[in-house]
Each structure stands twice: as C-alpha cells, then as structure tokens.
C-alpha cells in the first residue's frame, strides 16, 4: 500500500464549476497536511497546508482534514481553466523530515 | 512563502560529462534540502536529502556516487550528475523545508545528447 494515495486522474470538470481532489494516507501519527499544484513543466507550488480536522478555506480553495479516515481534500471552487494542473498531495509524519508526496491527480478545467 | 532558487534553469551537455545544480535558499536558512527527478509525465521522486555539514542520504536505487550533493552553507546545496548519460536526462528539483510547508526551487532540466 503506498503511503500517499490520490486517484490520477484526468479529472474533467467544465469551467466554473467545483474540483474536488482526495488524498488518503497510510501514516495515522502525520501530522500536517499539504496541497501543491504543478503545471506542466514547472516544479510545485504551495497552495494549501492544513494540520487541524475540518475545514480550511483559503478564496477559491478549501482544504478538508478527516484524521480518523486519514482522507484530506481539495476543493477548487468556481474551477477556472487557469487551474488545470497536477495536484499533489503531501504528508508530514511524526519525524519533521519525513514529507511523502502522492503521485498527483490531473486536472483539466474545460472552457 | 521561503524562496528557494536554482540554477541553471537548463543545461544541455554531452555524454559523458558531469553537470552541476545549484540550489539556494534566499530568504531562509536551510540545514536540511531535497533533491527530486522528475520524467515527463511521472510523480516526483526523492533522491536524496541534504544535510549540511554531513553526507547526504540517498534513497534506495539512487547512485551515490553518480549523483553527489554537496551541503556546504546553510543558504547552498549542490547536485553534481556525475558522466552523465541520455537517461539522466530529466527535470532536477531542489526544495527546502521551512515551519509550514516545504517550498520547492523552480527546477532544472537537463538533456544529456
């Protein structure tokens, strides 16, 4: 079983309307909670962290932490075409060096 | 959020040459970095976390002595591609952690022709 799973994808929403990304994870002591996005051919980019069960919104963006199911999400709110990209999901233990990244989903918002 | 630059950006060289990557923390001292390689349209992989001051800790599958990392300052970390060869071509990313995520340098591609 991988540490960090995330479904791959593509996952096709039309313009405007909400993403949602899932992450599950292996690890029940981690500890924080991180969303990257990457567009093609660039290296990732912060968007997320969230280390508390429940919700964290953040504009168009809400993180979701549900540490009994060890599942956390994102959500892309009135998805624009600029936000298609690969979301990676990260994972922090115990140990503040061990971060394990999920393989990402791919996301394509259609005009 | 914590800048962390890299340098080249690209690189193109010739079998059997090595290439060195440089990686800095602008804004943040950095004692522990994070080399990945990533090939087109696969996840990131971890090759190694660089300590300074110390050896670096390469993980499984990962030529130590093909790739060697350098940590010499709180600020400066190098990945130097020892002869390298067409399949070591591949996006090179370094990144740093700071409290509240870890920050990743802009990457460098490398073609080895």
């Known amino acids: 079983q991988k540490e960090v799973e995330q479904n791959s994808g593509p996952l096709s929403v039309p313009e405007g309307a909400i993403a949602s990304l899932n992450c599950t994870y292996s690890d029940r002591g981690s500890q924080s909670f991180f969303w990257y996005r990457q567009y093609s051919g660039k290296s990732p980019e912060l968007i997320m962290f969230i280390y508390s069960n429940g919700d964290k919104e953040d504009g168009r963006f809400t993180a979701q932490l549900n540490k009994a199911s060890q599942y956390v999400s994102l959500l892309i709110r009135d998805s624009q075409p600029s936000d298609s990209a690969t979301y990676l999901c990260a994972v922090n233990g115990d140990n503040n060096n061990d971060m394990r990244f999920g393989a990402g989903t791919r996301l394509t918002v259609k005009p | 959020g914590a800048v962390v630059s890299q340098h080249p950006s690209r690189v193109i060289c010739k079998s059997g040459t090595s290439v060195k990557i440089e990686c800095r923390s602008l804004d943040f001292q950095a004692t522990t970095m994070f080399w990945y390689r990533q090939f087109p349209k696969q996840s990131l992989m971890l090759m190694a976390t660089?300590?300074?001051?110390?050896?670096?800790?390469?993980e499984q599958g990962v030529e130590k002595d093909k790739f060697l990392i350098n940590h010499a300052s709180l600020t400066l970390s190098t990945l130097t591609v020892t002869s390298a060869h067409p399949e070591d071509s591949s996006f090179y990313i370094c990144?740093?952690?700071?409290?509240?995520?870890?920050?990743f340098g802009p990457g460098t591609r490398l073609t080895v022709t």
């Open positions: 990144s740093a952690r700071v409290t509240g995520g870890q920050y």
């Open positions: 660089s300590n300074e001051g110390s050896k670096a800790t390469y």
